[in-house]
């Protein structure tokens, strides 16, 4: 019969940290713990189960078969702890700090407006917001939701759709006029083609002209670190920039921008998508009202006109999908 002394929940709490967090050290911080404490914790727990959990590199932790069920395992048993303690709080509001990373674009255009909001609905939080670009880790970053654009790679994330918006190049009326407004693909090669500087971004341009697709190179005399800052370069009479729509619905409307080779263009879309961490169901009170937060309040379209951000009276229930 096991030991009553044992505290099974802060072992399995601790190993799931581990693992999430890659590394001793990095679940020590989470926990409060040092990284010795942590490594002897996991050590005593694997002596009493009677199996190697772990195989322990100077790099990472790889998870041996019974690890795995193990660690699954407590994932859905930390998770049905954590919402039976949440069905019988009296005050089971959202509370604590909350990690959120977005792609630039978004975070100007939608997350931060609507955080206002989200604060006055639910004072107890605190967020910690980082915009970039760049595709983060969301362990290693200790994230908790992150919002990214673009074709979802295969991993242990889960993800919540926020919408789709479809790609438009553009130039202001100054650089059209000095430089004239090109007609075919081939006639972007004498246009000023400004860029990227980030991995995930495509090589070039996808363009449709007479029956065939081709992709035009992105060659230009600026290449920025993130699609608000093209945007602006765009504005400004720079060049030729690929914007999502709902980035430059407002500067069309206006006559900052042009839409350029709109009969060329393909059609293609990005998709918005919300991921985070929740293996087993186990997703906290807080992410789950933030993720809830913004698919009600978020709407991405397609089409430039309708490419807009709504805020509706929040009378639907968070925890809802």
Same mark, same amino acid.
């Given at each position: 019969?096991?030991? =009553?002394?044992? *505290?099974?929940?802060? +072992?399995?709490e601790v190993f799931v940290r581990a693992i999430e967090l890659? %590394?001793?050290?990095?679940?020590?911080?989470? /926990?409060?713990?040092?990284?010795?404490?942590?490594?002897?914790?996991?050590?005593?727990?694997?002596? @009493? =189960?009677?199996?190697?959990?772990?195989? @322990?590199?100077?790099?990472?932790?790889? $998870?041996?078969?019974?690890?795995?069920?193990?660690?699954?395992?407590?994932?859905?048993?930390?998770?049905?702890?954590? +919402?039976?303690?949440? /069905?019988?709080?009296?005050?089971?509001? !959202?509370?604590?700090?909350?990690r959120v990373n977005a792609n630039v674009p978004f975070g100007?255009?939608? &997350?931060?407006?609507?955080?206002?909001?989200?604060?006055?609905?639910?004072?107890?939080?605190?967020?910690?917001?980082? &915009?970039?670009?760049?595709?983060?880790?969301?362990?290693?970053?200790?994230?908790?939701?992150?919002?990214?654009?673009?074709?979802?790679?295969?991993?242990?994330?889960?993800?919540?759709?926020?919408?789709?918006?479809?790609?438009?190049?553009?130039?202001?009326?100054?650089?059209?006029?000095?430089?004239?407004? !090109?007609?075919?693909? +081939?006639?972007?090669?004498?246009? *000023?083609?400004?860029?990227?500087?980030?991995?995930?971004?495509?090589?070039?341009?996808? =363009?449709?002209?007479?029956?065939?697709?081709?992709?035009? !190179?992105?060659?230009?005399?600026?290449?920025?670190?993130? %699609?608000?800052? &093209?945007?602006?370069?765009?504005?400004?009479? =720079?060049?030729?920039? @690929?914007?999502?729509?709902?980035?430059?619905?407002?500067?069309?409307?206006?006559?900052?921008?042009?839409?350029? $080779?709109? #009969? /060329?263009?393909?059609? #293609?879309?990005?998709?918005?998508?919300?991921?985070?961490?929740?293996?087993? %169901?186990?997703?906290? &009170?807080r992410v789950r009202a933030f993720l809830d937060f913004l698919?009600?309040?978020?709407?991405? #379209?397609?089409?430039?006109?309708?490419?807009?951000?709504?805020?509706?009276?929040?009378?639907?229930?968070?925890?809802?999908?």
């Amino acid at each position: 019969m096991a030991r =009553l002394d044992i *505290n099974r929940s802060g +072992e399995m709490e601790v190993f799931v940290r581990a693992i999430e967090l890659g %590394g001793f050290s990095a679940a020590a911080r989470a /926990c409060g713990m040092t990284p010795s404490a942590v490594s002897k914790l996991v050590a005593r727990l694997e002596q @009493r =189960l009677g199996t190697r959990l772990v195989n @322990r590199s100077t790099r990472q932790l790889q $998870l041996t078969p019974e690890g795995c069920v193990f660690y699954e395992r407590s994932v859905r048993i930390l998770a049905d702890m954590h +919402e039976a303690e949440r /069905c019988a709080s009296t005050d089971a509001t !959202p509370r604590g700090k909350l990690r959120v990373n977005a792609n630039v674009p978004f975070g100007h255009h939608f &997350l931060l407006p609507l955080l206002p909001a989200f604060l006055t609905r639910y004072p107890d939080m605190t967020l910690d917001i980082v &915009l970039t670009d760049e595709v983060v880790d969301i362990l290693e970053a200790r994230t908790d939701v992150a919002v990214r654009a673009g074709p979802l790679k295969n991993s242990n994330l889960l993800a919540r759709k926020l919408g789709a918006t479809r790609m438009i190049i553009v130039a202001a009326p100054s650089y059209l006029e000095q430089r004239g407004t !090109p007609a075919t693909p +081939e006639a972007l090669t004498t246009h *000023n083609r400004l860029g990227a500087n980030y991995a995930r971004v495509p090589s070039g341009w996808p =363009l449709v002209h007479d029956g065939s697709r081709r992709v035009v !190179p992105v060659s230009g005399n600026v290449q920025a670190s993130d %699609g608000e800052a &093209l945007h602006r370069l765009a504005v400004a009479g =720079l060049g030729l920039a @690929r914007l999502a729509a709902f980035q430059v619905r407002d500067d069309i409307a206006a006559g900052r921008l042009v839409p350029v $080779l709109e #009969d /060329c263009n393909p059609g #293609d879309v990005e998709e918005i998508h919300a991921v985070y961490v929740g293996q087993g %169901g186990h997703v906290p &009170l807080r992410v789950r009202a933030f993720l809830d937060f913004l698919v009600e309040t978020v709407r991405v #379209d397609v089409n430039i006109r309708h490419a807009t951000r709504a805020l509706r009276t929040f009378d639907a229930p968070f925890g809802t999908r």
